[in-house]
């Protein structure tokens, strides 16, 4: 789950599939009661029909907790983005980030650095669409150190300057869970 109507949707499914549940958050579900398998497969069935899967292996459960905690500082967080991430992940995940780090590239196929700036290039395309702020306030908001090093940083990834993505806009950006 990666936004505010993923787990609107989670919710109705718990709530349709009558699962009594205390939490759901970003790409999370904490249920008041284990559930039966007969229960579970209800829930994990009525999910996929919306494109969602139920995770059951602590390893790809890790990797969803990496990519929920990138996805809400990079996209969700109101504060100018000055993180160490490594830190970030290991204090929210009570974990080594060398291990966090392997079993990341592992799974995924990309280091989470690179996963990082796939999600702030993603972050900067819907800035510049909204057309509110100027680079240098994107540049600032995010943490690049210049503009010039968000410019590199966009181009490398997308192939396009800041200035000609502005240009051609809407049917360049990527959904979330795509990214």
Not at 50 to 63: A, K, P, T, Y
Not at 74 to 84: D, F, K, L, M
Request: charged letters at 25%.
């Amino acid at each position: 789950m990666v936004c505010n109507r993923c787990i609107h949707v989670v919710k109705q499914e718990l709530e349709n599939a009558g699962v009594s549940y205390s939490n759901v958050g970003l790409g999370e579900v904490i249920v008041d009661n284990d559930l039966s398998k007969e229960k579970l497969a209800l829930v994990a069935s009525n999910l996929a029909k919306h494109g969602f899967e139920v995770l059951d292996n602590s390893r790809q459960q890790l990797i969803e907790k990496i990519k929920n905690i990138i996805i809400e500082q990079v996209h969700y967080s109101t504060e100018e983005q000055r993180y160490n991430y490594s830190e970030i992940l290991s204090k929210s995940l009570h974990k080594d980030y060398s291990y966090i780090s392997s079993l990341f590239s592992e799974v995924e196929g990309i280091t989470i650095e690179k996963y990082i700036i796939n999600q702030k290039i993603e972050r900067v395309k819907e800035l510049i669409i909204y057309d509110e702020l100027n680079l240098s306030e994107i540049a600032y908001k995010l943490g690049y150190s210049s503009v010039a090093h968000l410019s590199n940083q966009f181009k490398k990834v997308t192939g396009l300057t800041p200035t000609y993505f502005r240009q051609v806009g809407q049917n360049k950006r990527k959904s979330l869970d795509k990214v």
